[in-house]
């Protein structure tokens, strides 16, 4: 397997490298990790041929079982911390284990981290896990079993009975059985995570007998937010908790930890960790599943995107909801620009029409920088949203606790980014420097030259700690590499490129509503990169139906686009007969895709289709229906993949600006814009692919 590194020239200076995928030998073939990622002392392991296998020199061939293809599967336990040496066959692999409670690949844990076992509600129950019995938010493993009642309740299932509403259900295999569902609990890299299954508990579950009800595939589902997720282990799970009846009913496996929500934890490297050390338990307790689809909206998409593509083969499809592209590119691009938009609207003493406020920033109205302003509290240190647990003693302030807890998402993401040599704290890649903002506004005549130029005297940017500053926001170079060639900006040309997506999105954009910060324009910024690296966007397809008040919503399981998207997914990974290690192409993705699953928006419910290729702008019955708006950047002249994270600078033409700024105008612009303002035409300050697959830190 070719292995890739990150550059010398790229990284002099950082402390992280790219992990190594280690090759798997023809005799040895770990099913439940990669070689090199194994947690929690044991690994699932299949072996060619016959003869003795050893662990560090200890026999363990009484491990093993044949397996139904000819070969042998154990699982392998009693392995010590770093590498172990596995021999069958004259063939040699080495296994590295970490401790269950992590890292494996994402760096230095992150302190303080408050412990919320005592507030984790059991499934069907009012009863909690407790409180951790170590440092390390631990809890004991424990099984529980619910059941589904035929009025559409789960309720904790009672010894020795059945219970006389237990409702029946149907999976995809044509199997009846009774709706019981085996549910896991544990603790894993710190965080609470649950599998459940169709599964009766008069039987034993190995991974060699797993549960007959279980269709043999994974759904792993992804929490959204990201403002205050830092610091805690969390209490919530997935979209709706574990017991997800769309996927439990049809016999889906689910999946889901506390820090696979990014209201509890918004660093996408963690999230991929988290997820891989979850999946990894639930192999070697269940077996290895046909697939996996991952399933998530908002900042469920905004993990899912960049783990995809910078950690392949953790999920082989996705069903993304409300989606963005990543949290500290697109996401805070906007918000961030939101803020000033508004505070700068707020403080001058020009009058700015609605009209021209919605014009300048590109949203559906003058309302909708104060409803995204708010949001944009996640890079803010000295104001940031710290969750209750962090009391306020120890919370950071420029003055009073410079040493105290940030509370934002760069320095959530330290281990990614490094500490700044002055300050301390997390470097950032935020950055305003030569935006001209409501350019287009300007050219078409929907604001003045004297709007323009004040705007951009004015509008200022954020502090190292996100307080507003008179100057602009300056991004260092080495924070800028890092965001990129690390994956925290989703490429597209790697994982993304052999990975079928669905885009499911319930439109919010206008008129104005409280989740308005779910525009429409993130899906095309996806497409786009995904055209940009690959030439193509055959794997993504978008669905777009209401979500508006009095419509099902952003993701909700009674949408019929969303249910049978799932169904779909299922049907495109089938063909693709995904599951082997191959990953497949973008021509293959296509062939494979189901007839009916196509661009489409939806009316009436969901229940009236209009198959049409979706375009950010045009004159189509779907952008008649839902359009798509923009935002202050790319009014500004950002692109649509909306990943310029600092651009660079040319000198200011007057000849771009079609006439609308005279003489005059032009030499204070010059002075606004001393060092030259944005060019588009080319990449970003610091932007290059993703480095690599697997990165560690």
Same mark, same amino acid.
């Given at each position: 397997?070719?292995?890739?590194?990150?550059?010398?020239?790229?990284?002099?200076?950082?402390?992280?490298?790219?992990?190594?995928?280690?090759?798997?030998?023809?005799?040895?073939?770990?099913?439940?990790?990669?070689?090199?990622?194994?947690?929690?002392?044991?690994?699932?392991?299949?072996?060619?041929?016959?003869?003795?296998?050893?662990?560090?020199?200890?026999?363990?061939?009484?491990?093993?079982?044949?397996?139904?293809?000819?070969?042998?599967?154990?699982?392998?336990?009693?392995?010590?911390?770093?590498?172990?040496?596995?021999?069958?066959?004259?063939?040699?692999?080495?296994?590295?284990?970490?401790?269950?409670?992590?890292?494996?690949?994402?760096?230095?844990?992150?302190?303080?981290?408050?412990?919320?076992?005592?507030?984790?509600?059991?499934?069907?129950?009012?009863?909690?896990?407790?409180?951790?019995?170590?440092?390390?938010?631990?809890?004991?493993?424990?099984?529980?079993?619910?059941?589904?009642?035929?009025?559409?309740?789960?309720?904790?299932?009672?010894?020795?009975?059945?219970?006389?509403?237990?409702?029946?259900?149907?999976?995809?295999?044509?199997?009846?059985?009774?709706?019981?569902?085996?549910?896991?609990?544990?603790?894993?890299?710190?965080?609470?995570?649950?599998?459940?299954?169709?599964?009766?508990?008069?039987?034993?579950?190995?991974?060699?007998?797993?549960?007959?009800?279980?269709?043999?595939?994974?759904?792993?589902?992804?929490?959204?937010?990201?403002?205050?997720?830092?610091?805690?282990?969390?209490?919530?799970?997935?979209?709706?908790?574990?017991?997800?009846?769309?996927?439990?009913?049809?016999?889906?496996?689910?999946?889901?930890?506390?820090?696979?929500?990014?209201?509890?934890?918004?660093?996408?490297?963690?999230?991929?960790?988290?997820?891989?050390?979850?999946?990894?338990?639930?192999?070697?307790?269940?077996?290895?599943?046909?697939?996996?689809?991952?399933?998530?909206?908002?900042?469920?998409?905004?993990?899912?995107?960049?783990?995809?593509?910078?950690?392949?083969?953790?999920?082989?499809?996705?069903?993304?909801?409300?989606?963005?592209?990543?949290?500290?590119?697109?996401?805070?691009?906007?918000?961030?620009?939101?803020?000033?938009?508004?505070?700068?609207?707020?403080?001058?003493?020009?009058?700015?029409?609605?009209?021209?406020?919605?014009?300048?920033?590109?949203?559906?109205?003058?309302?909708?920088?104060?409803?995204?302003?708010?949001?944009?509290?996640?890079?803010?240190?000295?104001?940031?949203?710290?969750?209750?647990?962090?009391?306020?003693?120890?919370?950071?302030?420029?003055?009073?606790?410079?040493?105290?807890?940030?509370?934002?998402?760069?320095?959530?993401?330290?281990?990614?980014?490094?500490?700044?040599?002055?300050?301390?704290?997390?470097?950032?890649?935020?950055?305003?420097?030569?935006?001209?903002?409501?350019?287009?506004?300007?050219?078409?005549?929907?604001?003045?030259?004297?709007?323009?130029?004040?705007?951009?005297?004015?509008?200022?940017?954020?502090?190292?700690?996100?307080?507003?500053? *008179?100057? &602009? #926001?300056?991004?260092?170079?080495?924070? @800028?590499?890092?965001? /990129?060639? $690390?994956?925290?900006?989703?490429? %597209?040309?790697?994982?993304?490129?052999?990975?079928?997506?669905?885009?499911?999105?319930?439109?919010?954009?206008?008129?104005?509503?409280?989740?308005?910060?779910?525009?429409?324009?993130?899906?095309?910024?996806?497409?786009?990169?995904?055209?940009?690296?690959?030439?193509?966007?055959?794997?993504?397809?978008?669905?777009?139906?209401?979500?508006?008040?009095?419509?099902?919503?952003?993701?909700?399981?009674?949408?019929?686009?969303?249910?049978?998207?799932?169904?779909?997914?299922?049907?495109?990974?089938?063909?693709?007969?995904?599951?082997?290690?191959?990953?497949?192409?973008?021509?293959?993705?296509?062939?494979?895709?189901?007839?009916?699953?196509?661009?489409?928006?939806?009316?009436?419910?969901?229940?009236?289709?209009?198959?049409?290729?979706? *375009?950010? &702008? #045009?004159?189509?019955?779907?952008?008649? @229906?839902?359009?798509? /708006?923009? $935002?202050?950047?790319?009014?500004? %002249?950002?692109?649509?993949?909306?990943?310029?994270?600092?651009?660079?600078?040319?000198?200011?033409?007057?000849?771009?600006?079609?006439?609308?700024?005279?003489?005059?105008?032009?030499?204070?612009?010059?002075?606004?814009?001393?060092?030259?303002?944005?060019?588009?035409?080319?990449?970003?300050?610091?932007?290059?692919?993703?480095?690599?697959?697997?990165?560690?830190?």
């Amino acid at each position: 397997m070719d292995i890739r590194h990150v550059t010398a020239l790229m990284f002099a200076a950082t402390a992280f490298a790219v992990a190594h995928v280690n090759a798997e030998s023809t005799a040895i073939t770990v099913l439940s990790s990669q070689p090199r990622f194994v947690s929690g002392g044991d690994a699932l392991v299949e072996v060619n041929g016959d003869g003795p296998v050893t662990l560090n020199g200890r026999d363990v061939t009484a491990s093993f079982t044949r397996a139904g293809h000819g070969g042998r599967i154990g699982l392998v336990g009693g392995l010590k911390l770093g590498d172990n040496i596995l021999d069958a066959g004259g063939t040699r692999l080495v296994l590295v284990n970490h401790p269950i409670t992590g890292p494996v690949f994402s760096g230095p844990h992150e302190t303080p981290f408050h412990c919320m076992t005592a507030k984790f509600v059991l499934p069907a129950s009012k009863a909690t896990l407790g409180p951790e019995i170590d440092a390390d938010c631990s809890v004991k493993t424990r099984i529980d079993y619910v059941y589904r009642t035929r009025g559409g309740e789960f309720r904790p299932l009672p010894a020795g009975a059945t219970p006389a509403d237990l409702a029946e259900t149907r999976t995809t295999e044509g199997k009846n059985v009774p709706y019981v569902v085996r549910v896991e609990t544990g603790t894993i890299n710190r965080a609470i995570y649950q599998t459940a299954v169709l599964a009766n508990p008069a039987t034993a579950v190995t991974f060699t007998a797993p549960p007959p009800a279980w269709n043999g595939k994974l759904v792993y589902t992804f929490g959204g937010g990201c403002v205050g997720g830092w610091y805690v282990q969390g209490s919530s799970i997935g979209n709706r908790g574990i017991l997800e009846d769309l996927m439990l009913r049809q016999g889906y496996a689910v999946a889901s930890s506390t820090l696979n929500v990014f209201g509890n934890n918004c660093n996408m490297v963690l999230a991929a960790e988290t997820l891989a050390m979850v999946k990894e338990r639930f192999i070697k307790t269940y077996g290895v599943p046909k697939f996996t689809i991952g399933v998530g909206c908002s900042g469920g998409s905004e993990q899912l995107h960049p783990i995809a593509d910078a950690y392949p083969g953790l999920v082989d499809g996705i069903l993304v909801g409300c989606s963005f592209p990543e949290v500290v590119g697109g996401m805070v691009l906007n918000l961030a620009d939101a803020d000033l938009m508004q505070h700068y609207f707020k403080q001058t003493k020009f009058h700015w029409s609605e009209a021209e406020q919605a014009a300048t920033t590109g949203y559906p109205n003058a309302t909708t920088a104060g409803t995204l302003a708010p949001l944009a509290v996640r890079i803010k240190a000295q104001t940031g949203a710290c969750k209750p647990e962090i009391p306020e003693s120890v919370r950071f302030d420029r003055t009073r606790n410079p040493g105290g807890v940030r509370c934002d998402v760069y320095d959530h993401t330290v281990n990614v980014f490094g500490r700044d040599g002055t300050t301390g704290a997390a470097r950032r890649p935020w950055d305003n420097v030569g935006v001209q903002y409501g350019l287009a506004a300007l050219k078409s005549g929907a604001i003045s030259a004297q709007h323009f130029l004040d705007l951009n005297r004015a509008i200022g940017g954020f502090d190292s700690d996100g307080n507003y500053s *008179t100057a &602009r #926001g300056e991004a260092g170079v080495t924070a @800028l590499k890092r965001a /990129y060639a $690390t994956g925290q900006i989703t490429y %597209g040309g790697l994982g993304l490129k052999s990975t079928p997506i669905i885009d499911y999105r319930g439109y919010v954009d206008a008129p104005e509503n409280s989740a308005e910060e779910h525009s429409r324009f993130h899906s095309f910024s996806m497409r786009a990169r995904l055209e940009m690296a690959n030439g193509s966007s055959a794997n993504q397809v978008m669905l777009v139906e209401s979500g508006l008040p009095g419509t099902r919503g952003l993701f909700s399981d009674e949408s019929p686009v969303l249910s049978h998207a799932l169904t779909q997914m299922d049907q495109w990974l089938t063909n693709l007969g995904t599951g082997n290690g191959v990953r497949p192409t973008l021509t293959e993705i296509a062939r494979a895709r189901p007839a009916d699953l196509a661009d489409a928006c939806f009316t009436d419910g969901g229940t009236v289709r209009i198959a049409e290729t979706q *375009t950010w &702008r #045009g004159d189509s019955r779907c952008n008649r @229906l839902y359009p798509s /708006y923009s $935002t202050p950047r790319m009014v500004a %002249g950002e692109p649509l993949a909306n990943n310029v994270l600092k651009c660079q600078l040319k000198p200011v033409d007057p000849a771009d600006y079609d006439g609308k700024l005279g003489n005059a105008d032009i030499a204070e612009l010059k002075s606004i814009f001393a060092a030259g303002v944005c060019d588009y035409s080319k990449p970003g300050a610091g932007q290059v692919p993703t480095a690599g697959t697997w990165q560690s830190f």
